[in-house]
Nanobody, 124 residues
């Protein structure tokens, strides 16, 4: 069993920055992926970044602005978001893969555990 607890969201103005954190409680593995997803109102949840066996992945729309990192000792996953835009407004979720069921890093089906989310709101 794995529990994921996100924090760091908030309300910021366009151009601002945030660092989201995801603390993992339980057995995770660096062999698999840990990722960040987001869901904007009225839209489907989308994968924005992941670390899979040490390699980072980003969806095209966030490349150059989002940075995913991991502190294995603290069992914490981070997402640094720079140059925030109003379209980044969403609930951001942390996800952990602990076993293989298939799927690409940006697909929900790859992940076994999810956090409750942290809200990011960007005003223009």
């Amino acid at each position: 069993q794995v529990q994921l607890v996100e924090s760091g969201g908030g309300a910021v103005q366009t151009g601002g920055s945030l660092r989201l954190s995801c603390a993992a409680f339980g057995a995770t593995s660096s062999r698999y992926c840990m990722g960040w997803f987001r869901q904007a109102p009225g839209k489907e949840r989308e994968g924005v970044a992941a670390i899979c066996s040490g390699a980072t992945q980003y969806t095209d729309s966030v490349k150059g602005r989002f940075t995913i990192s991991q502190d294995s000792a603290k069992k914490t996953l981070y997402l640094k978001i720079d140059s925030l835009k109003p379209e980044d407004t969403a609930m951001y979720y942390c996800a952990a893969q602990v076993s293989w069921y298939g799927g690409w890093w940006y697909e929900e089906k790859r992940y076994n555990y999810w956090g409750q989310g942290t809200q990011v709101t960007v005003s223009s």
